[in-house]
């Protein structure tokens, strides 16, 4: 490893995890290697928590960072330790102003209490699980802790939606996205992937110089903008190659595995 890191931080979906679902033995064996050396490695992604509790073989019993930010879960307990949800206020607010650009936006909610979605949001990864669906007002009236407002416009590319969402509610919400299928996923003001990275790391006594950081779509940006030594996924979306102060080779090629041995063998 490059002297000082002590941490490396990697998102999963188009990062480590392949476009067939699958972490490469390589890059097990990197991130091994990688415990064996001392350095801390763990997922900072946008899954929900039930996406990351089959992971456990993958980063140990540690704790995780989900939904962009506003989870950390520990993967030894299955247990949320701490969240930052979207006030309700805020939420109907966000999802008004962007109606009034783009009325066809259907809304989704990602909360501690499950998963809830307006009768016109057609899930996509989640179609067979069971789901709180109604209208907005109605889908908040128990305050269920909103760590994440999913907004879905599928004839919109996400960069354009994103756009759109900045414009209307950028004071009141965190909005990215992590795919081109006219998804945008919102936060609460000042949460993203670099703000609970910052407090994990902090947590285990590491600076954001020691830390090595991977990702391929824009919610990876402030994450790879705070880490020491940034490495953009080959493929990834053109901010994240600007964001980035290096470029590995893509997924599907265990890009991130490649540059893990390179460093391992220069410690």
């Keep these: 490893m490059p002297a000082g890191v002590r941490l490396v931080a990697t998102d999963l979906d188009g990062t480590v995890v392949r476009t067939d679902g699958t972490v490469s033995v390589r890059t097990r064996a990197a991130f091994d290697a990688c415990r064996e050396a001392g350095v801390h490695v763990v997922a900072v992604t946008g899954r929900p928590p039930r996406w990351v509790v089959d992971l456990a073989d993958l980063f140990g019993p540690v704790v ?24 309700p206020a805020a939420v109907l607010e966000t999802v008004t102003a962007v109606r009034r650009e783009l009325p066809g936006v259907s809304a989704a909610l990602e909360t501690l209490a499950g998963f809830r979605h307006e009768p016109a949001y057609v899930p996509r990864y989640d179609a067979l699980r069971t789901a709180v669906v109604g209208e907005l007002p109605e889908l908040l009236s128990d305050d269920p802790g909103v760590v994440k407002l999913l907004l879905r416009e599928d004839t919109t590319p996400s960069d354009v939606l994103l756009d759109v969402v900045q414009r209307a ?16 996923e919102v936060s609460a003001r000042g949460v993203s992937k670099a703000s609970a990275l910052a407090e994990l790391a902090a947590g285990l006594g590491v600076d954001a110089a020691d830390v090595a950081a991977f990702g391929d779509m824009p919610n990876d940006v402030p994450m790879l903008r705070w880490a020491g030594h940034s490495y953009a996924v080959g493929g990834g979306h053109p901010d994240v190659l600007t964001a980035a102060s290096a470029v590995a080779p893509p997924c599907d090629e265990d890009g991130v595995a490649q540059v893990l041995e390179r460093l391992l063998a220069t410690a």
């Design 169 to 184: 509610a950028g004071h009141l919400v965190e909005p990215t996205h992590s795919g081109m299928d006219g998804l945008v």
């Design 64 to 87: 995780v960072v989900c939904a962009n930010g506003a989870i950390t879960f520990d993967l030894a307990t299955s247990s949320v330790l701490s969240s930052r949800t979207v006030p």
